[in-house]
Every structure is written in structure tokens, then in C-alpha cells.
């Protein structure tokens, strides 16, 4: 019973089959206990519905249909949601320990994190695909063509940004309550943005402020790619693609190397 | 064979405070060694140097020959780990859980299931099938971890207070554990607060205290390092109890407890001799007019070593719980 040999292409070979193994607990944990996934996948349908039947009705859109315009926001703040789960994740796994026990294993050390990363974006996957099909129901009617693919990616570059935020939010406590902190954080994050309100209602320096949200310049390219009409809007509107790019990439660049910083943090 | 565990001068510092400042310590292969000491000490800090997960800042520590530092992943290959809290995943059951920790020890599928099966039978938990862990007692729970360090048949274990936060039964079927790994030839480093547990399972017991090896030794070394035995007398009249062991101490002539260890109508006085010495005590006790409603020669215990050991008994301290 021995290990299998080293060298470059063995390591990289076992840091993906580690990584598959660690991602495939979160699987078990949703096959076993499905209902905090469905919690997870049916809270943004919930509230895209509030907002398309309830109060939608009293805010004015460019092109006039509502649910046009919030379907995008809402496949964006699916993205945002996200970065909780994987700090909840991050944070209860270091807490009871299991990270200590991992870091103590003949396993690839990355693994704990790019099998977190694979769990996380498969979760989103998911979540995108559900708000989708919501969406449609609803009445969403995007262009079909290749222009939903490229929407579809620039959302989960948007969630790979907020998957290293979230890495290294949950690596930086222990402590649940902080969990809690950011479950409430996100809220005035996803409201200072272009995902149920055009930033033009808003006073002019809110609107500046909310347009450079990086939830607001992915909205704005996923409503663009999907034939939506995009309100008028400062320089971050009319360059939302490459602000749709950009943000994401710093997110990742920023949070990834403080992330690995605290990780090895933990062995000091 | 060298030794399994050995750490020279083991030396960490967190903001300028030495939590380990110097630690020697040797454990030979196939031997049981506890790490005793009181909260802070350093033992959690120099397990966690040992398994890698902690870097030091001064000294060597070598685990079945392998330097920690320089060569951790090796020593990942040759150890396994049980740390304070049970680490398994509570929302699987213990055979998916088993199967999980082969895979990522790197065996392939077919192995890990085998050697899951296995490891369910050594711990004593084949029958619970897709039973999440959260529904196992605290015992299975901590039987199922240490099933989990076991993966690779590692040469070195090293259990955290495994026992911490059990109820005695849970506690025992611990011990039996780990009785039964030591018999197939595992060293084991465990750190413990309980002297009763480093009683019963270690070999050898060394103290640590504030940052250092103060001792080591069997725990007979240790009891008779501070001088044998003991007799604990009742007196009938509890006023009478300081008298009472004034006289017995003079009589039994064993080297001064520093503080006392009296408790209400019980007395403790150290004794030099046995041969006569409840005899004489009785007699003069007698002689005093004072009644004993009870009386017991018998050895220091562990924990009397180790309150002195620690100059603890000193304090109005006694051992953290």
C-alpha cells in the first residue's frame, strides 16, 4: 500500500485527482442533504419573482419590460450570493478543524482550495441554470445566439472574482459571526448597483458610485449580450464589457494572493 | 532502530513570547509517550510542529527519520493525525468518510474501499452503514477519527487530548483503541490534562511546562521521583485535623508537603518508611486523644507528581479539568 511517485506530472496529476476528491464531498453533502442546495438555488428565483410581480410594476426601464431588464441582475447577484457559500465553507471546515487535518495529509495542498473552487463553480452552474429557466418562465426573452454563452461566461468570471473573496474572507476568521456580517454586507453591495434600478434614478454621485460596481459592469455586458436595452450611463457603462473582464481579473489577481498569504499564514 | 519522534531545542515564538523554548524529547519506536502539562504549556504547539502543520523557529524535529521542515510531505506519508476536535465529516457516514481520507491518501478506488473496510472493523464500527457521523456518540465519533489518521498504517500517531469532552464511556472505548494500535506496533505521542489517561496507556510520560521538558519517565519513575508513599488518614473531629496531621508528620517523617493537602477531616502526610509507620502513627494519634475514622497507606499518586513536578501544588490551583 504505497503512494504513487512524484516527479512534475505525478504531482500535477494527483493536485487534480485531490482536487476532484475534495470537490466530490461537497457533492456527497448535497446529495445527502439536498435541502440548504435547494435553499441556496431557490432563494434568487423568490426573490426575482418579488421583484418582477410585486414592485417591479412602479420602477421605470429603458424598453419598458422589467423583467428584461432585472433577469440579468439577477443571474449577477446569484454570482454575489455565491461568495457567502464559499466563505461559509472556508470558515466552518478551518473551525472544526478539517483544513488542519487536510494540511496534515499526503495530499496536493492546493487541492483544499481547487477543490473548493470546482464545488463552488458547479454550485453556481447550477444556480445560473435555475434562475434561467425561472427567468424564461417568467417571460425573460433574451436574443438566443452566441451572445448567451458569452453572458454566461462573463458571469462565472464574475464568480470565480467573488470565489477568492470569499477564500479568503473565510480564511481570515474563524468566527461564524463574521459569516453573518457579510450575509448582510452584501445586501446595500447588490442594492448600490444596476441590478433592480437603473443608476440613472439615482442622485448623480450614488449612480457614478454604482455603476462601478463590478456586479453593475457584468449586468450591464450580460444585458448588452442578451439584446436588452442598457440605459445611458457615464464612461463605466459605455465600456461594460471590458469593465465586465477587468473587475473580475483584479478581484481574482488581489484576493488570490492574500488568500495564499493567510493560507500560509496558518503555518506560522 | 532510532527513535520514531525526536525534537531537540524545539523552539516557537508567537509575538515575542516563547510558547516552546527548548523542548528535547525522544520517542522510541513502538512506544506509548504522553504529553502532559497544563493549559499553555506548548503541547498542542509542538504536536502541530510535529505533524507539520506549524513551522518552528528554532531546533529539529525528526518523525520516522524525516526532518519536518525539510521534508514534510514524507512525513505526512509516515504519520497519522487526531487533533483536539473530531475532524470527520459529519454528514456522511464513517465507510464514505473512511473511503474519502483513502483517496486522499492516494489510493486508488478499489484500495481505499478495501482498506475502509478494514479500518471499520479495527475501530469497532462495520454495522453503521450510511448513518451520518453526527448521529455517533462522542466514543464512535473519536474512533471513527483515529480509524482516519490510519490510513497508510503509519509509523507515528499522534492523538490531541483525544479523550477531551468524553464521557467515561466514550473515554474507555478511546483507550482500547489505542491499546489495540499500540499492540500492532504504532508509536504513539499523545498530548493529555487527564494524568489517569497518561496512566493508563503511556509507557513514558513527560511534563511539559512552560515551554520545556521539566520531566520524563515511566509514571512509577515519576511517582517515585517525589518520594513514595502516602497516608491519608480521617479524623473523626475535623477541628482537630491540622493537630492531627502536625503529629502524623513528625511521626511518619516523610519530607514536608509545601502547602498541605489537607481537605476538611482529611489529612495527607508523606512517608519516609512503611515498615511500622501506621503502627505509630495510630499509636500516637491515640496517645493524643484524637480519633482516626479512617486510614490508608498508599503510593503518590501521578497527580501528586505532577502538581509537584509543576510547582503547582504550590498554587491555589489545582489541575485545569
Redesign the interface.
Given at each position: 500500500m504505497t503512494a504513487v511517485g512524484e516527479g512534475t506530472a505525478g504531482r500535477l496529476r494527483w493536485a487534480v485527482a485531490d482536487a476532484l476528491t475534495v470537490a466530490g464531498r461537497d457533492v456527497a453533502h448535497w446529495r445527502r442533504q439536498p435541502a440548504g442546495l435547494l435553499a441556496t438555488l431557490l432563494f434568487p428565483v423568490l426573490l426575482m419573482v418579488t421583484f418582477v410581480y410585486l414592485l417591479g410594476g412602479g420602477i421605470p426601464v429603458p424598453g419598458g419590460s422589467y423583467r428584461d431588464f432585472m433577469v440579468p441582475g439577477m443571474l449577477a447577484l446569484v454570482m454575489l450570493f455565491g461568495l457567502e457559500g464559499t466563505m461559509t465553507a472556508v470558515v466552518t471546515d478551518t473551525q472544526r478543524g478539517v483544513t488542519d487535518r487536510f494540511r496534515a495529509l499526503p495530499m496536493a495542498p492546493s487541492a483544499v482550495v481547487t477543490g473548493r473552487c470546482l464545488a463552488d463553480l458547479a454550485a453556481s452552474v447550477a444556480g445560473l441554470a435555475v434562475v434561467a429557466l425561472a427567468g424564461l418562465a417568467v417571460g425573460w426573452r433574451p436574443d438566443p445566439g452566441p451572445g448567451l454563452l458569452g453572458a454566461a461566461a462573463l458571469l462565472l468570471l464574475l464568480r470565480v472574482g467573488f470565489l477568492w473573496v470569499g477564500i479568503w474572507l473565510g480564511l481570515l476568521t474563524r468566527d461564524p459571526a463574521l459569516v453573518t456580517a457579510v450575509q448582510v454586507l452584501v445586501w446595500p453591495f447588490a442594492f448600490l448597483s444596476n441590478v433592480f434600478v437603473p443608476v440613472s434614478s439615482m442622485p448623480a454621485w450614488l449612480g457614478t458610485l454604482a455603476e462601478w460596481n463590478p456586479v453593475a459592469a457584468t449586468v450591464t455586458a450580460v444585458r448588452e449580450l442578451t439584446g436588452v436595452p442598457v440605459p445611458d450611463g457615464g464612461w463605466a457603462t459605455g465600456h461594460a464589457a471590458l469593465l465586465a473582464v477587468a473587475w473580475p481579473v483584479l478581484l481574482t489577481v488581489v484576493f488570490a494572493a492574500l488568500a495564499v498569504r493567510r493560507w500560509q499564514g496558518l503555518s506560522r | 532502530m532510532d527513535a520514531s519522534v525526536r525534537i531537540r531545542g524545539l523552539v516557537k515564538r508567537y509575538g515575542g513570547r516563547a510558547v516552546l523554548d527548548g523542548v528535547d524529547l525522544d520517542v522510541g519506536p513502538g512506544e506509548v509517550c504522553a504529553l502532559l502539562g497544563p493549559n499553555g504549556a506548548g503541547k498542542t504547539t509542538a504536536v502541530?510542529i510535529a505533524?507539520?502543520?506549524?513551522?518552528p523557529d528554532g531546533g529539529r524535529v525528526e518523525v520516522a527519520g524525516v526532518d519536518v521542515v525539510a521534508r514534510p510531505?514524507e512525513v505526512?506519508?509516515r504519520?497519522g493525525?487526531v487533533?483536539?476536535?473530531p475532524?470527520v465529516?459529519d454528514?456522511?457516514g464513517a465507510r464514505?468518510n473512511l473511503v474519502?481520507?483513502g483517496?486522499?491518501?492516494?489510493?486508488d478506488r478499489a484500495?481505499a474501499r478495501r482498506?475502509a473496510a478494514e479500518l471499520l472493523a479495527l475501530a469497532g464500527l462495520p454495522d453503521t452503514g450510511d448513518q451520518?457521523v453526527r448521529e455517533f456518540s462522542g466514543g464512535m465519533r473519536r474512533r471513527l477519527d483515529i480509524a482516519?489518521g490510519l490510513v497508510?498504517?503509519p509509523r507515528v500517531l499522534f492523538l490531541d487530548e483525544p479523550t477531551t469532552g468524553l464521557d467515561p464511556a466514550g473515554r474507555r472505548d478511546v483507550w482500547d483503541a489505542v491499546r489495540g494500535l499500540v499492540a500492532r506496533g504504532t508509536t504513539v505521542l499523545l498530548t493529555t490534562q487527564y494524568l489517569e489517561e497518561a496512566e493508563r496507556l503511556a509507557d513514558r510520560v513527560a511534563v511539559l511546562d512552560t515551554g520545556r521538558v521539566v520531566a520524563t519517565g515511566t509514571p512509577r519513575e515519576l511517582t517515585a521521583a517525589i518520594g513514595g508513599d502516602r497516608l491519608e488518614l480521617v479524623v473523626a473531629d475535623p477541628g482537630r485535623a491540622a493537630e492531627a496531621a502536625a503529629l502524623a508528620e513528625r511521626v511518619a517523617a516523610g519530607p514536608p508537603l509545601p502547602g498541605g493537602r489537607d481537605e476538611g477531616a482529611r489529612v495527607t502526610v508523606p512517608v519516609s518508611r512503611r515498615a511500622g509507620v501506621v503502627g505509630d502513627v495510630v499509636r500516637a494519634l491515640d496517645g493524643a486523644g484524637i480519633d482516626v475514622a479512617d486510614l490508608v497507606l498508599r503510593p503518590a499518586t501521578l497527580d501528586e507528581a505532577y502538581l509537584r513536578i509543576t510547582g503547582r501544588d504550590r498554587a491555589a490551583e489545582e489541575v485545569p479539568a
Open positions: - | 502541530r505533524t507539520t502543520l506549524l513551522r510531505r505526512r506519508r504519520i493525525t487533533g483536539q476536535h475532524t465529516d454528514v456522511l464514505d474519502l481520507f483517496r486522499l491518501h492516494h489510493l484500495a482498506r451520518p482516519a497508510l498504517e
